[in-house]
């Protein structure tokens, strides 16, 4: 079963930023926090993961609480090409248990 | 090739038949792993590969359902008697190791099955 919890829909304007949020509340001190996304007929695509630091790179940017039972996924600018379903995952990074999906958040990007 | 291929794009077959779904994964991943996805609803895990033995398979339905990877790169995931309960997007991903590290797991397209 997954570990996290996610809004089923979010709607964002076209240039804002857009703000997905996750509750993790048991994550395990060894746990990471990894976004996918799926954009229609495609498989996942890795966005970014982080441990307990705040992580940026050319696609988003993950903002970790301080307990580690939250986070949230920033798009700073949203753009139509974003719409997709995005996926919080907790895991171990050095386990060999699978990526375990829950049912996402799905995101419009609205023009 | 520069990214995970799965063969055929799309699939259309009879209940009872027998499919073979194919996943060329990255070229010197060793983990490969076959999820399922049903319309509506995240990737559901069935196997996962390190090399050419299957490292989990806690994720597979039922004994209709087998994957093989003979020579730790091409899988093959092979479904016996079809049922109309087997229509999904089978995805395949691959990463350099098991451990998921900076750029996680790359996902094929998928094959869509529908089973009529």
């Known amino acids: 079963d997954a570990k996290t919890t996610q809004p089923t829909s979010m709607d964002c304007a076209e240039g804002r930023a857009a703000n997905l949020p996750c509750n993790h509340s048991?994550?395990?001190?060894?746990?990471?926090v990894y976004w996918y996304r799926q954009i229609h007929s495609q498989g996942p695509q890795y966005i970014i993961h982080?441990?307990?630091n705040n992580e940026t790179n050319e696609m988003a940017s993950l903002i970790i609480t301080e307990d580690r039972k939250s986070s949230t996924l920033i798009l700073p600018h949203a753009t139509l090409r974003d719409t997709a379903v995005y996926y919080c995952?907790?895991?171990?990074?050095?386990?060999?248990?699978?990526?375990?999906f829950g049912k996402g958040t799905r995101l419009s990007v609205i023009a | 090739g520069a990214g995970v291929s799965q063969t055929p794009s799309n699939k259309v077959t009879e209940k009872g038949k027998y499919v073979e779904l194919r996943c060329d994964p990255i070229?010197?991943?060793?983990?490969l792993y076959w999820y399922r996805q049903s319309l509506g609803q995240g990737p559901e895990f069935l196997i996962y590969?390190?090399?050419?033995?299957?490292?989990?398979d806690s994720g597979l339905p039922n004994d209709r359902f087998f994957a093989v990877r003979p020579e730790g790169s091409v899988s093959t995931l092979k479904i016996q008697r079809t049922e109309r309960g087997d229509s999904a997007v089978y995805l395949c991903?691959?990463?350099?190791?098991?451990?998921?590290?900076?750029?996680?797991?790359?996902f094929g397209s998928g094959t869509r099955l529908t089973v009529v």
């Open positions: 991903a691959s990463s350099l190791t098991p451990r998921v590290g900076l750029s996680g797991y790359t």
């Open positions: 048991t994550i395990s001190g060894n746990e990471y």
């Open positions: 982080g441990l307990k």
């Open positions: 995952i907790v895991r171990v990074s050095s386990g060999n248990t699978p990526l375990v």
């Open positions: 070229s010197g991943h060793t983990a």
């Open positions: 590969f390190q090399g050419t033995g299957a490292a989990d």
